[in-house]
């Protein structure tokens, strides 16, 4: 059986419990060892053999679960923040189901939810913007045209951008192309929940100028859109007096029903 695990964004306490569980009873711990935190491999188990996925092919990796399979063992594929975002994940289940191996997927918290909290931020503010756009620029891997950060931008929504702290200039330049003005509030933030975090607040017009002052090229989130200052929202619905909720009466019901009582 394999289980793939999202280690979340960092910090060690930031697996979910049933991953940690997982990984405590694993006979075979493969990890992307660029990103997952190498402290969380403690948890395993004296004898479990442990490969780092960084220096691997999609067909060594292969090669090892299969091996792992055969041998009756409990296999942990451990990837960063959670899987389900620019895991590569696909092609390996893929390749289980057409092995007959069977899986199944732990969540894990994101590095946008780890970078939200560094920021102390909350994404959808009311009046500012109710909508995150997980994206990235272009590498190796292409982005379809119609998902450019340039026609992004146009929305003006809260954006979290994976996988592009190396290229800060051209992601200014796409930004500011498709809309949003140079004094937009941005964050750079740099191993969100690691013991080296950084965080780096700069307007639009200054991310590259902040992301190449400060050395930044990779493992960081570029968080841009009018939310990044929590200033100018409104309060929300939910908890206001004046609205119901199939949960609570208005506060005007309420005085009413305790005056009856
Ligand atoms: N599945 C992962 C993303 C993997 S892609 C997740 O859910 O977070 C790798 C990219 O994620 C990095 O280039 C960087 O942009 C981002 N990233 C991963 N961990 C990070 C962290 N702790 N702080 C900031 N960005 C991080």
Known sequence: MVYIVGAGPGAEDLITVRGLRLLQQADLVIYAGSLVNPDLLKETRKGCRIVNSASMTLEEVMEEIRHGEEAGFTTVRLHT???????????????????EIPYEICPGVSSFCGAAAALE????????????????????????????????????????????????????????????????????????????????????????????????????LIIVGDAVDQKGYQRSKLYH??????????????EMAQKAD
């Open 81 to 99: 923040g959670d899987p389900c975002l620019y895991g590569a994940i696909r092609e390996q289940m893929d390749q289980m189901d057409s092995m």
């Open 241 to 254: 007096p004046q609205f119901e909720t199939g949960f609570r009466k208005k506060q005007e019901s309420r």
């Open 121 to 220: 931020m909350e994404y959808t503010l009311p009046g500012i913007s109710q909508s995150v756009v997980i994206t990235r620029m272009e590498g190796r891997t292409k982005v379809p045209e119609r998902e450019s950060i340039r026609q992004f931008a146009a929305h003006k929504a809260t954006m979290a951008i994976f996988l592009s702290a190396g290229m800060l200039k051209e992601l200014e330049g796409e930004l500011l192309a498709g809309g949003y003005t140079s004094n937009t509030p941005a964050a750079i933030v740099y191993k969100a929940t690691w013991p080296e975090e950084r965080i780096l607040r700069c307007r639009l017009g200054e991310l590259y100028e902040t992301g190449s002052r400060e050395r930044i090229r990779k493992t960081a």
